[in-house]
T-cell receptor, first 114, second 114 residues
């Protein structure tokens, strides 16, 4: 998984709770990304960050929040405003956000709402 | 609409046989096309990256082709092994002017049986 760790591997949430998914990378990459994967669909971008203390919304940012206080870390909070949070969440990083920079993915966190 | 369509949705082959997975895209503009392998419950791992000027690229038993005129790509797997069982995802990169966005296909699920 190329130096990217995600925790926990499995997460269960009760309705109305906020939960935070961890993503850490030791690749010295500037850019980091959060994706959501649902069965039968392609990955969808939630948020991305090209540099510390800066991040941008992706295609499905509603109900999610992120922070980028350190280069190595890009945690994702799934808030109670996210109406259908059950999914597989993938964090990725790349050297920069340029066109030919490969994105390396973490092992993922499977979130289930009880 | 920018889309990446993959076929077939799923495929079962016998160990040792070859197979070809298809990817058609309507994404524009186009910077490069990538194929990823995703094992169940894991993050995707890059197999190949091709620019519009490249017709073919190999990575071991995996060979990707690209026809930028017809907007089609294929991934050919030679002498399949049980460990090739995974989802194979086609991804198109839109380029810097579109925020270096990646558009993901839903994947082809390959099962190799003995």
């Amino acid at each position: 998984d190329g130096g990217i760790t995600q925790s926990p591997k499995y997460l269960f949430r009760k309705e109305g709770q906020n939960v935070t998914l961890s993503c850490e990378q030791n690749l010295n990459h500037d850019a980091m990304y959060w994706y959501r994967q649902d069965p039968g669909q392609g990955l969808r971008l939630i948020y991305y960050s090209q540099i510390v203390n800066d991040f941008q919304k992706g295609d499905i940012a509603e109900g999610y929040s992120v922070s980028r206080e350190k280069k190595e870390s890009f945690p994702l909070t799934v808030t109670s405003a996210q109406k259908n949070p059950t999914a597989f969440y993938l964090c990725a990083s790349s050297r920069t956000s340029g066109a030919y920079n490969e994105q390396f993915f973490g092992p993922g966190t499977r979130l289930t709402v009880l | 609409k920018n889309q990446v369509e993959q076929s077939p949705q799923s495929l079962i082959i016998l160990e040792g046989k070859n197979c070809t997975l298809q990817c058609n895209y309507t994404v524009s503009p186009f910077s490069n096309l990538r194929w990823y392998k995703q094992d169940t419950g894991r993050g995707p791992v890059s197999l190949t990256i091709m620019t519009f000027s490249e017709n073919t690229k190999s990575n071991g038993r995996y060979t990707a082709t690209l026809d930028a005129d017809t907007k089609q790509s294929s991934l050919h797997i030679t002498a399949s092994q049980l460990s090739d069982s995974a989802s194979y995802i086609c991804v198109v990169h839109q380029g810097r002017e579109y925020g270096n966005k990646l558009v993901f296909g839903a994947g082809t699920i390959l099962r190799v049986k003995s």
